[in-house]
């Protein structure tokens, strides 16, 4: 399993990015996605998920509105579409998946930094 997030950057508060989430290994349609987040000196929480066929989302009370997750399951990839950026967003995002009770698979994350 491999999973390689892009898509990360420096940018203003109110403003906007997109994450990608490239996908390997597995069948990526057959598992629901997730993107998590670690600011420093946090712990790692869970930003936004989305079910195996894109039927179902949910969000972090902190993002909904903002952030939108979505998933190409023809290019085995997952997005995080972010607006309205605020200082507090600024943190290391990661992709997810469980791949059955205990198998948890991380990307190397990539860094979002909000600042004027």
């Known amino acids: 399993v491999q999973l390689v997030e892009s898509g990360g950057g420096l940018v203003q508060p109110g403003g906007s990015l997109r994450l990608s989430c490239a996908a390997s290994?597995?069948?990526?349609?057959?598992?629901?996605m997730s993107w998590f987040r670690q600011a420093p000196g946090k712990e790692r929480e869970l930003v936004a998920t989305i079910s195996s066929a894109g039927a179902y989302r949910n969000y972090a009370d902190s993002v909904k509105g903002r952030f939108t997750i979505s998933r190409d399951n023809a290019k085995n990839t997952v997005y995080l579409q972010m607006n309205s950026l605020k200082a507090e967003d600024t943190a290391v995002y990661y992709c997810?998946?469980?791949?059955?009770?205990?198998?948890?698979?991380w990307g190397q994350g990539t860094q979002v930094t909000v600042s004027s």
């Open positions: 997810h998946v469980r791949i059955g009770p205990v198998n948890r698979y």
């Open positions: 290994g597995f069948t990526f349609s057959s598992y629901g």
